[in-house]
């Protein structure tokens, strides 16, 4: 609460990181601004003219999937859209350190970029969130105000205080089905131990591994090198090793298709690959488009039909971009059951062609929100400000420092 009161004083300009690991996780913020802070408020006698809200960046491609309706309920909420794939969406940025140093609210960004399923394991933070708080400190010295710019980590988590193992069991049992493997449903649901729910799981996930290994060898001629795949004791070793061949091999397939470099992180290439192909699916000379033969049409449709097909291989990336294979052994509680075994319910979905997958309920879900400690950018000015290569540094070390911060929270 303290502070909104500093922001309402014209003491800071705040910026509040969140963990971004569920699509529920807008609606959750939306909350924590529109009740709970107002609530606190309340309780502690702080009185406030403005609303308690934010302004904050979402994906340009979200209304390309969701619905326009979504963009225009987006921008009315104070919401930027910015393109993710581009190395630098200019136009955005603009308008991010506008609302940065202008805004009437603070700012919250989802430092992670996009989500990963977990909810106790932080993907590895994208560095534009440090480089925009220290833009801020830059761009309110250029104005010469007073403002301190303040970086605040918000830890958000799932948990089942009612743990539905009915449920869960229904889930596996659907997969098992749907992946013509025996199934092994419990008689007793609630009273079988979690190291059966553990083996009907690898089962599982042993036999997708198999299955997509087969099918990118065989349909896309992708030399996938198993021989290298070590075989210890430990069989969640061997599934994170042929995952991370499965989700490269999906990658270059991709990025073969529209040219690309395989070049940097997993979440970055995803992000170029999905502007590469809104960019053949919703072209920026749509009403040219509407005016050419119905030869020329037929053959605009025909390649955005090719880009959408190809952007399967990068969803299935990205489902599975957190999954170690041993989140679950470290710490078999029903959340990280739930969360493994829904990321397969939402691949296997995709495959069959589901657009938009409509996940079963396990039971009801309380969202867990926890507040870090803030950390002052202007204290890391000097380091930032000496050269470009220091510059460069500071991010890294802002970055670094987030992402601990925010693995801190759970």
């Keep these: 609460m303290e502070h909104f009161q500093e922001f309402d004083a014209g003491k800071i300009r705040l910026i509040l990181a969140f963990r971004h690991s569920q699509v529920d996780d807008p609606l959750c913020l939306s909350y924590l601004f529109s009740r709970i802070l107002p609530s606190v408020a309340r309780a502690e006698g702080v009185n406030r003219r403005a609303p308690f809200h934010s302004h904050f960046m979402y994906d340009r491609g979200m209304p390309l999937w969701a619905g326009s309706w979504l963009g225009w309920f987006f921008s009315r909420m104070g919401g930027i859209p910015i393109h993710r794939g581009k190395r630098l969406d200019l136009r ?55 403002e301190q710019v303040v970086l605040l980590p918000v830890g958000l988590k799932y948990v089942y205080p009612a743990p539905d193992w009915d449920a869960l069991n229904r889930l596996m049992s659907q997969l098992e089905a749907d992946c013509g493997l025996p199934v092994q449903s419990f008689q007793k649901p609630a009273e079988a131990r979690t190291d059966e729910y553990y083996q009907r799981l690898i089962t599982l996930a042993q036999h997708l591994l198999a299955r997509m290994e087969e099918f990118y060898l065989r349909f896309y001629n992708q030399k996938l090198s198993l021989d290298t795949v070590q075989a210890p004791g430990d069989t969640s ?33 995803c992000r170029r690959l999905e502007e590469a192909g809104w960019s053949y699916i919703y072209r920026d000379d749509y009403e040219t488009l509407q005016q050419l033969p119905p030869l020329e049409k037929g053959l605009a449709d025909w390649i955005a039909d090719e880009a959408a097909l190809q952007m399967r291989h990068m969803r299935l990336v990205e489902s599975f971009v957190a999954v170690s294979g041993s989140y679950v052994r470290e710490n078999p509680t029903f959340e990280r059951f739930a969360e493994t075994t829904l990321i397969m319910f939402d691949m296997v979905e995709r495959v069959k062609g589901t657009k938009v997958p409509n996940r079963p309920k396990l039971g009801t879900r309380h969202a867990v929100i926890t507040i870090g400690d803030p950390i002052n950018i202007n204290d890391r000015w000097s380091d930032y400000s000496q050269s470009r290569r220091a510059a460069k540094a500071a991010v890294e070390t802002l970055t670094a420092d987030l992402q601990r911060a925010m693995e801190a929270l759970f």
């Design 92 to 146: 955005a940025l603009k308008t991010v350190r506008e609302y940065l140093v202008e805004g009437q609210f603070p700012f919250t960004i989802a430092p992670e970029g996009a989500t990963n399923g977990h909810g106790e394991i932080v993907s590895p933070l994208e560095p534009g969130t440090a480089q925009i708080a220290f833009w801020t400190v830059e761009d309110l010295q250029k104005a010469s105000r007073p």
């Design 237 to 269: 070793v061997v599934i994170a090793q042929r995952l991370s061949q499965i989700l490269e091999g999906a990658l270059e397939v991709g990025e073969r298709f529209f040219g690309l470099p395989s070049t940097g992180s997993i979440i970055t290439r």
